[in-house]
């Protein structure tokens, strides 16, 4: 059974910096996209980033456009969020996943996006933004 971990959460101050690495075992891992998402009390679940399965495209929400990094490492089945200068509405769950449709990322919340195609959910980590 797929599943993804996540880590890496706590309580960052705003601006501040936090690392979120995301491991899976079990996925063939060059084969897929694999998205960042999050999720905050009362609200639905979005995609925050995405990193194509070679490396070669990324896609970010406009609200973290310039403030959050994403990479991976296919050798250590591994993706990182990298989260730059934090703000409190960047407070969520956040969590990883393959998409098991595209191996490119899809704009997201384009026209051709859909989360439905992501699957292995993980428990998530919590990221806390407050001074």
């Known amino acids: 059974q797929v599943q993804f971990v996540e880590s890496g959460g706590g309580l960052v101050q705003p601006g501040g910096s936090l690392r979120l690495p995301c491991v899976a075992a079990?996925?063939?891992?060059?084969?897929?996209?694999i998205g960042w998402f999050r999720q905050a009390p009362g609200k639905e679940r979005e995609g925050v980033a995405c990193?194509?399965?070679?490396?070669?495209?990324?896609e970010y929400l406009d609200y973290v456009k310039g403030r959050f990094n994403i990479t991976r490492d296919n050798a250590k089945n591994s993706v990182t969020l990298q989260m730059n200068g934090p703000k409190p509405e960047d407070t969520a769950v956040y969590f990883c996943?393959?998409?098991?449709?595209?191996?490119?990322?899809?704009?997201?919340?384009?026209?051709?996006?859909?989360?439905?195609?992501?699957?292995?959910w993980g428990q998530g980590t919590q990221v806390t933004v407050s001074s």
């Open positions: 996943a393959a998409d098991l449709v595209h191996r490119r990322c899809t704009e997201i919340n384009g026209p051709t996006y859909r989360k439905d195609n992501y699957y292995y």
């Open positions: 079990g996925l063939d891992w060059r084969a897929h996209a």
């Open positions: 990193i194509s399965n070679s490396v070669e495209n990324t």
